[in-house]
């Protein structure tokens, strides 16, 4: 394609959108490299340390759109301590400086300042688009920055972040000139808000698709919000607390009549079961439905819900549904694609999940390709059943709450199980382990794995056979993380040049040493090896023999941050 | 089922066959694809003793003397923050508490618990996936992680005990602080657990869900996000807020004035009538009346008496109001104030102008309720 002139070759990438083929089409020759990196304008980042982000403006002239992950997935869980990193303020810094035409952020992971807000707010005059997901640092005076500066906004998406609510009126901060909402989720957020502020801001939204309340907004301020809005797609319900016999209920249940694009639901943080009947109207046309943080829901109300929505191909929830409730969502949801099931802290009060439920979503479920399973036992015969019904899994993250509980069955390992479903799952992208498990597990997934990316592993294993297993069996593997299992210096230093095909890869209890972290460090000068020292005084240096508590190591073009804490010593 | 792999590496047959062999080889494969069937047996490895109200596919057992340790211990429910759950309707509640205190919460040994042959014999360690390959490893393991000066000092302590059925599912139930527990030694841990109590209410307390798994005490597992945990949390408290039933038997309710730009919270139990709760919100919220004060002629703050604020807020300007049970609106100073105690969810000083309409309501709701 070397004849052909420039503008026909970048008409052509404009319609190559994904991130992984236009990195594939940048490394075909110098021009094609030339031409791709002046038309992108979305680039993923997934791990911020691994770039700086000047170096990333100049490769990318044209950027608008930027997403980036920080911390490491174990944060989730609390396995790194605070102040780790993953700062966004000096990208966005950078980005001002460079007078990038910013109009989309994306956060996962990141430590967000109000400064940083209010920088973002200021810098970018076409800013449209700001989505953070377990972000953490900021306050409503940063969001109330954002609302106020950014005239063009369209997506302000708070997911699951931890937010210090200053209980300032954010949310007049938007002018009455911002008419152009199209998203707005602040079901994180845990303060009051002012109804009557947020019922004019949807009133004068007319493209509001999207309005995931949080649990201050009550039942006849989410009435009069919704009839403003019925064009909406997608409803997060903060609170449905009411008595079903007053009037102002019977009102939410006519006006949800009237939504007829309603095709996601969320929320429910607070709810009284009664109230629910309010949302029948709009469950059958639903695709996606989250009920996970709606812990005030019984299983068989849960059950008498789900039979209404026959369309779903989304479904998260807790596991008071119970095994029965789950074949009841197997006859029902033909559609269903991604489930969720989360642990619920009730004891004994509702039947759990156990391997029952999920081979009840296999059978009926064939479409079944991403799943989150928090259950209390699993068997191998299960696990095969499914691998055999669902072939198609491409994420498929298993967690028994005791995490090295073996097929109760049989008393067996979990490894034949596990083993069937990347044989027969070919597709499989992500992958997360639990039950007792031994090597042989770790043996099927490096022979059959093919398409494995990510892999989270937790109190399994018996010896570096198997964490060779995979990294020699993996070769798309881009993440690992390990905890709490017997893999040793022999295991990390086998294949070193492995790492840099990998972002990251996060060890933590297990049996690597300080002196095998300097040994990696020094051979791969191009990764970042750190070792959390958290008992440890700063000054003092560890012997080479001792076990390292926390590794965390990632490919980088960065060189050694500067920003890490005392405990995060760089090798 | 066990048949190792590595027979037949790279053999196309062999691969195949070995898959047949996986699939068709549990002699329990049959009664896994009949989901009905009754031949699945059902085991209970958690000890969990399902209410008798729970349906019928919850496993159950007759062993008398494990349900009354297991009901035991689901009833001390140590985990769970700000939850008492003394309303628990089942026989969970029935067992008196003595039994329970007898028992170690970890024992060592299994206890004479013959429904799952999974038990091996006092495994101490979490480790229990690699430790019965490797023999003697994760005796090691424990003798060096049970020392508090190791570099592994977040690493459970074997005695966290990674049991399935003999554990008490109340084990679970434990958000203690991992590190307290994992520290402690196992004498002390019925005692440790117990001590933890107070710390379990701490929203910031690394909580693991607490799933009936015993093993719930290891940070990080099971793999939940910290936001969903606290949010759970706060919604649980927020259940029993709404009920008035604090173990410390205040009852705050939120106070919102219209125009503040924030509330405020007051305790019911503190004021024995209503004139005492007036004064104190007119106090409370005397700061944002000067504002208003302010177009009444100009009365400074020196100048502000408690009659004045009483007119203020019982006068044209302001009414005083609460959210009840039933979510209705009423004017406050209508019913007995025990009466108002039990079913005030919430307070609102309402502008006079809105809170036309409320007066009739009220003395209905009165009525009906004399």
């Avoid at chain 1, 849960?302 to 929505?309: A, E, G, Q, T, Y």
């Avoid at chain 1, 905890?483 to 295991?491: E, I, S």
């Avoid at chain 2, 030694?185 to 693991?208: F, I, M, Q, Y």
Wanted: a neutral charge.
């Amino acid at each position: 394609m070397n004849y052909f002139p420039d503008e026909v070759i970048e008409h052509i990438f404009e319609y190559v959108g994904s991130h992984r083929d236009r990195n594939a089409l940048s490394l075909v020759c110098r021009s094609w490299y030339r031409i791709e990196r002046c038309t992108r304008e979305k680039v993923f980042i997934g791990n911020c340390y691994s770039i700086t982000p000047e170096r990333l403006i100049q490769r990318f002239p044209s950027l608008k759109s930027l997403t980036l992950k920080g911390k490491p997935h174990f944060a989730d869980f609390s396995l790194v301590p605070h102040g780790w990193g993953g700062f966004v303020y000096p990208w966005i810094e950078a980005l001002a400086k460079g007078k990038v035409g910013l109009e989309e952020l994306r956060l996962k992971r990141m430590v967000v300042s109000d400064e940083s807000l209010e920088l973002l707010s200021r810098a970018f005059p076409n800013f449209k688009s700001l989505v953070l997901v377990s972000c953490e640092e900021f306050t409503t005076d940063g969001l109330a920055a954002i609302a106020a500066n950014c005239k063009r906004l369209r997506e302000l998406d708070l997911q699951e972040n931890e937010v210090d609510d200053h209980k300032g009126q954010w949310l007049s901060c938007f002018p009455d000139s911002c008419t152009s909402l199209v998203s707005l989720n602040f079901a994180c957020l845990k303060g009051e808000i002012n109804t009557g502020v947020l019922e004019r801001l949807v009133a004068r939204s007319p493209n509001l698709k999207s309005l995931r309340l949080n649990r201050s907004v009550p039942l006849d301020a989410l009435q009069r919000i919704v009839a403003r809005a019925p064009q909406l797609v997608d409803l997060g319900v903060g609170s449905l607390v009411h008595d079903p016999a007053m009037e102002t209920f019977a009102k939410l249940m006519t006006t949800m009549n009237k939504c007829k694009s309603i095709t996601s639901l969320s929320g429910f943080l607070e709810v009284t079961p009664r109230c629910l009947t309010a949302m029948y109207p709009i469950l059958p046309k639903l695709t996606s439905l989250n009920l996970s943080y709606a812990a005030g829901i019984p299983g068989s109300d849960l059950i008498k819900l789900i039979r209404h929505c026959k369309k779903l191909q989304r479904l998260w929830i807790m596991d008071s549904i119970g095994d029965k409730g789950l074949g009841v969502v197997a006859n029902t949801c033909k559609e269903l694609q991604e489930l969720r099931v989360f642990p619920s802290d009730n004891i004994g009060q509702h039947a759990a999940v156990t391997e029952k439920g999920l081979v009840a979503i296999s059978m009926g479920c064939p479409k079944l390709h991403s799943l989150l399973y928090f259950c209390h036992q699993m068997t191998n015969a299960a696990l095969i059943t499914v691998a055999k019904n669902c072939p198609n899994f491409i994420r498929f993250r298993l967690a028994i709450l005791d995490a090295t509980k073996p097929d109760p069955d049989t008393n067996q390992p979990l490894d034949e199980g596990f083993g069937a479903i990347v044989q027969s799952c070919r597709r499989l992208r992500r992958l997360s382990l639990s039950g007792q498990l031994t090597d042989k597990v770790f043996l099927y997934i490096g022979m059959y794995a093919e398409q494995l990316e990510m892999l989270s592993i937790a109190f399994a294993g018996e010896s570096d056979k198997g964490m060779l297993y995979v990294l020699n069996g993996c070769k798309k593997l881009r993440k690992l993380e390990i905890r709490d299992c017997p893999f040793g210096n022999t295991a990390l230093l086998t294949d070193v040049g492995k790492y840099e095909t990998m972002r990251s890869l996060w060890m933590s209890s297990c049996e690597v040493t300080v002196g095998a972290c300097k040994v990696l460090a020094m051979k791969m000068p191009r990764l970042n090896v750190e070792i959390f020292n958290e008992n440890e005084p700063a000054d003092c240096e560890p012997d080479d023999v001792q076990k390292v508590e926390k590794m965390y190591l990632y490919r980088t073009l960065a060189g050694k941050r500067k920003d890490a804490p005392e405990y995060v010593w760089t090798l | 089922m066990s048949r190792p792999l590595l027979g037949v590496v790279g053999d196309e047959e062999g691969q195949q066959s070995h898959v047949t062999l996986l699939v068709s080889s549990s002699s329990t494969m049959e009664s896994v694809n009949c989901l009905n069937s009754s031949k699945l047996k059902e085991r209970n490895y958690m000890g969990l003793s399902d209410c008798s109200s729970v349906d019928s596919s919850v496993p159950s057992f007759s062993d008398e003397t494990k349900s009354n340790l297991n009901l035991k211990a689901t009833e001390l429910r140590l985990g769970l923050p700000g939850s008492q759950s003394p309303e628990r309707d089942s026989d969970l509640c029935l067992r008196s508490s003595t039994q329970f205190d007898e028992k170690p919460l970890f024992p060592l040994r299994p206890v004479a618990d013959d429904h799952h042959s999974s038990s091996k014999p006092a495994l101490l360690g979490n480790k229990r996936g690699f430790s019965d390959a490797m023999n003697g490893f994760s005796e090691e393991k424990l003798l060096v992680s049970s020392d508090a000066n190791t570099i592994l000092p977040s690493r459970p302590s074997p005695t966290v005990g990674l049991k399935s059925s003999s554990m008490l599912e109340n084990a679970a139930a434990q958000q203690a602080k991992v590190n307290e527990v994992a520290t402690s030694k196992v004498g002390e841990r019925p005692h440790a657990a117990k001590e933890t109590r107070p710390s379990l209410n701490d929203s910031t307390v690394n909580n693991n869900s607490s799933a009936p798994a015993p093993k719930a005490q290891v940070v990080g597992w099971p793999p939940i996000r910290s936001f969903r945990k606290n949010s759970l949390a706060t919604t649980s408290k927020n259940a029993e807020e709404v009920d008035g039933k604090m173990a410390s038997g205040a009852l705050f309710v939120k106070v919102s004035m219209d125009g503040a730009p924030y509330l405020r919270k007051v305790d019911l139990k503190n004021y024995s009538a209503y004139p005492e709760l007036s004064s104190a919100l007119e106090k409370m919220f005397s700061c944002f009346t000067i504002g208003q004060c302010g177009s009444h002629g100009n009365l400074g703050k020196e100048m502000l008496s408690e009659t004045k604020l009483k007119d203020l807020l019982h006068g044209s300007e302001y009414v005083l109001t609460y959210e009840d049970k039933d979510g209705d609106w009423m004017l406050v100073g209508d019913v007995p104030w025990e009466m108002f105690i039990e079913t005030c969810r919430r307070l609102r000083i309402m502008k006079g102008a809105d809170a036309i309409g409320l007066a009739p309501r009220a003395v209905e709701k009165s009525k009906s309720r004399n």
